[in-house]
RNA sequence: UGGGGGAUCGUCUAGUGGUAGGACUACGGACUCUGACUCCGUCAGCGGGGGUUCGAAUCCCUCUCCCCCAGCCA
């Protein structure tokens, strides 16, 4: 392997283990699982997670598992875990089984009886505000409930009788009888069953007692072979209570924790409790608005698996907490787009444009190569008449020496056509340019010999009898700081970006792009990758803005302001 | 001030006793009918202090800072 294969071939500290492990002969294969709890979408951080699991898998021969975590009815939806299944096949991951841990709960409901029986466990009759108050502090120790010393059978009896469906919510609750004064506050008799009778979207009636989080997970590792349950670092300390269940009760094979640090993006949040409340709150416009750092929103908004898989490889996989910026994700997609879009123009805020020796009434044909670098891609034909539009951004009345576009007596490209020069300014009687009036170089058609006359600036454009009007959604940061998340001053909503949405009405496609459906992209020449939204009709064309073009000049004109 | 983690260029990340490397960003330049792409180049780092060693990002001691944990959430 050569040292640029390796390079693509990013490492960590997880694969690594795996490495070694397999070298030792300690495995046949690896398994892994991606656990969702079905209790809202899907977003980058679990991208991280689910590139993680699959590749590891993918890399060492094994497979993934795509298990729901539905341990608790109070929270989780069908619509949900449809969702999920439809982030995690977008993505192009195909999991080997569909798991859910509520098809465990008949297994988990012995392995409680198991750990009761042998005296790890037993019924506690308080309330949660006294089994609070008895768990200590993070500087003392706990004191032991009344019931911890509950004879095993009372015990059982108990939680047969909880399952029966004779107690209220919150009656009685199932402990692990392990150390209420371990250091480790998850080890101070932690709650593993409680009653809830709520109906549960898989399982119905069937059950009114479910098992916690804790007691669900790493035995669901076990039952399903898994033998690298990846987790994230806020899950450190529960591995001590992870390993005691394990190896307390009768499973079928050995899973070990290993904790990455989470995804952090600036100028976002990524938590799933944050971002329900953006969507209850209506901040935006559902889980998929395009401004959500959501799987759905992301793809809505016009990036691609492969940038999201490029993302997660690049970014790495440590312990250290990190913040990401969102240009790397950006970057991503342009990469990805740039060799797969076909080019096309498009004008967002339309300056009309009259070219005074064009012959009115008559259409040139140009032709326009689809990718300057792929010529496989093919050509089209784009209408050029006497009536044009321009970007309103590519003229200036007034402009400084490093302005390369359209001014008053200066000459401009028109992208595939002819040079051009500016020899009239219209204006309004507030004095706004709306209009201008320019010639045309008959000698300058592109792809003509001698068209090759240098000009500083080439400007794209689109025929006024031609074009389509569009409805085009420009996106920016969904907020103005960093990390919203971060401000223990302020509530994070308080940071939104008022300006996060920009809804233009008046822009003008290139013929052809109007019949376009989301999935497609396009990168409108000097402007961005755009596709169609979900909104989008051929009468009413609605189109996204997924990424800017790096902006070179923007950069420098923004230095020329501050001086 | 209990326990568990973490600290390497601006950012992310390699490196577990032998010249701190890569990517991104930034900056400079080349090219250009996209101020895009591409190409070339430059800047830039081991949290602090001790110690061991011929030699320390790596081992030892110590200090500092950051994150997580007191749900019948996951």
Request: hydrophobic share 35%.
């Amino acid at each position: 392997m050569s040292s640029k294969d390796e390079a693509a071939t990013p490492t960590n500290f997880i694969r690594n283990r795996i490495l070694k492990e397999l070298e030792a002969g300690q495995y046949e294969e690896i398994v892994t699982r991606f656990p969702p709890e079905p209790n809202g979408y899907l977003h980058l951080g679990h991208a991280k997670s689910i590139v993680l699991n699959f590749s590891l898998a993918e890399e060492f021969g094994g497979y993934t598992n795509l298990r729901f975590d539905d341990t608790n009815p109070a929270k989780e939806e069908q619509r949900y875990v449809d969702a999920i299944k439809e982030d995690v096949a977008w993505l192009d991951y195909q999991w080997k089984n569909e798991c859910y841990a509520s098809d465990y709960f008949e297994t988990l409901y012995e392995y409680a009886l198991h750990l009761i029986d042998n005296g790890l466990a037993y019924i506690d009759g308080q309330d949660a505000d006294a089994i609070r108050e008895q768990r200590g502090t993070l500087t003392e120790p706990g004191t032991p409930s009344p019931d911890r010393d509950r004879d095993p059978a009372e015990s059982r009896e108990l939680f047969e009788r909880m399952r029966a469906g004779e107690f209220e919510d919150g009656q009685y609750v199932l402990r692990a009888r392990i150390d209420m004064a371990a250091p480790n506050i998850n080890l101070r008799d932690p709650v593993i069953y409680r009653i809830r009778h709520k109906a549960h979207p898989r399982t119905g009636n069937d059950w009114c007692i479910y098992p916690s989080y804790d007691f669900a997970h790493g035995q669901s590792d076990a039952i399903e072979h898994i033998t690298h349950s990846l987790c994230t670092l806020e899950f450190e300390d529960h591995r001590p209570l992870y390993d005691w269940l394990i190896e307390h009760l009768p499973v079928s094979s050995r899973p070990y924790q290993i904790e990455f640090s989470r995804l952090n993006l600036d100028f976002t949040v990524l938590s799933k409790r944050r971002l329900t409340r953006l969507v209850d709150e209506g901040f935006v416009d559902g889980w998929d608005d395009p401004r959500m750092p959501t799987i759905a929103g992301i793809r809505r908004r016009g990036f691609t698996p492969d940038s999201i898989r490029n993302f997660c490889a690049e970014i790495g996989v440590t312990k250290s907490e990190s913040i990401i910026p969102f240009g790397a994700l950006e970057r991503n997609l342009r990469d990805d787009l740039n060799v797969r879009a076909p080019r096309r123009m498009a004008v967002l805020r339309p300056l009309k444009l009259v070219l005074t020796n064009f012959p009115e009434g008559e259409t040139d044909w140009v032709e326009a190569a689809n990718h300057p670098q792929d010529p496989d891609m093919g050509t089209r034909q784009v209408a050029l008449t006497r009536e044009l539009y321009i970007e309103q951004d590519d003229f200036m009345e007034e402009a400084p020496k490093k302005f390369f576009r359209l001014k008053p007596g200066g000459e401009v490209r028109l992208r595939n056509a002819f040079i051009i020069q500016c020899d009239e300014v219209i204006k309004d009687e507030a004095g706004n340019v709306v209009e201008l009036h320019c010639t045309f170089d008959p000698e300058t058609r592109s792809g003509q010999p001698g068209a090759d006359r240098k000009v500083k600036g080439t400007i794209h454009w689109v025929s006024a009898e031609h074009a389509v009007k569009a409805e085009v959604r420009l996106y920016d940061r969904l907020f103005k700081v960093p990390h919203p998340g971060g401000d223990k001053e302020r509530d994070f909503v308080e940071h939104l970006n008022p300006d996060s949405l920009e809804v233009l009405d008046h822009a003008r496609l290139e013929a052809g792009v109007e019949t376009a459906r989301p999935g497609e992209f396009y990168q409108f020449e000097r402007l961005g990758y755009f596709v169609p939204d979900p909104d989008t009709t051929p009468e009413k064309p609605v189109l996204n803005r997924a990424v800017t073009l790096r902006d070179t000049w923007a950069k420098l004109e923004k230095q020329l302001r501050q001086g």
